[in-house]
């Protein structure tokens, strides 16, 4: 019984992780569009240029 546990126990864990790093991709994927769609509807600064969207 304890072995049958075990395996169901290590089939759970596993089928979480899995959920997790499927959600985790989405979720990086996500980041990237925005990251990129503010390079690309970045505002203009008052002199003229272009200036970074981010505070860093």
């Known amino acids: 019984m304890v072995p049958l546990l075990l395996v169901l126990l290590l089939a759970l864990l596993l089928f979480g992780a899995g959920f997790a790093l499927k959600a985790l991709w989405w979720v990086?994927?996500?980041?990237?569009?925005?990251?990129?769609?503010?390079?690309?509807?970045?505002?203009?600064?008052?002199?003229?240029?272009?200036?970074?969207?981010?505070?860093?």
């Open 28 to 56: 990086a994927i996500f980041v990237l569009v925005v990251w990129l769609l503010g390079f690309v509807a970045r505002g203009t600064h008052s002199s003229g240029r272009r200036h970074r969207w981010y505070r860093w």
